[in-house]
Nanobody
Framework: QAQLVQSGGGLVQAGGSLRLSCAAS????????MAWFRQAPGKEREFVGA????????DYADSVKGRFTISRDNAKNTHYLQMNSLQPEDTAVYYC?????????????????WSQGTQVTVSS
């Protein structure tokens, strides 16, 4: 069992940066994959990136590669999504997710635990 509490988000101008945080509690170990997804109004949930708990592997969607970075604070069991060079098309509700499996996945159905989500709005 795991619980995820997300924070961060808000409104930013195009070209700006934001950082989202996702604190995990419950069972946390190196078999975990943490991921970020987003969902814009009227669209399906979209994979943003995923990182093994150990940090051995990190994958990103092509749309965010080079702009977004997933990292982890080991002491706090918290993952971060650093978002730079934000564009209006990045506007969405962002979610962090967790699965017990030592392989990254871009499929939302592979993740069992989800945060409450936070809104990110990028103005042009």
């Amino acid at each position: 069992q795991a619980q995820l509490v997300q924070s961060g988000g808000g409104l930013v101008q195009a070209g700006g940066s934001l950082r989202l945080s996702c604190a995990a509690s419950g069972r946390t170990d190196n078999t975990i994959t943490m991921a970020w997804f987003r969902q814009a109004p009227g669209k399906e949930r979209e994979f943003v990136g995923a990182r093994l708990w150990s940090g051995a592997s990190t994958d990103y969607a092509d749309s965010v590669k080079g702009r977004f970075t997933i990292s982890r604070d080991n002491a706090k069991n918290t993952h971060y999504l650093q978002m730079n060079s934000l564009q209006p098309e990045d506007t969405a509700v962002y979610y962090c997710a967790l699965r017990y499996g030592s392989a990254t996945s871009s499929l939302s159905g592979d993740y069992n635990y989800w945060s409450q989500g936070t809104q990110v709005t990028v103005s042009s």
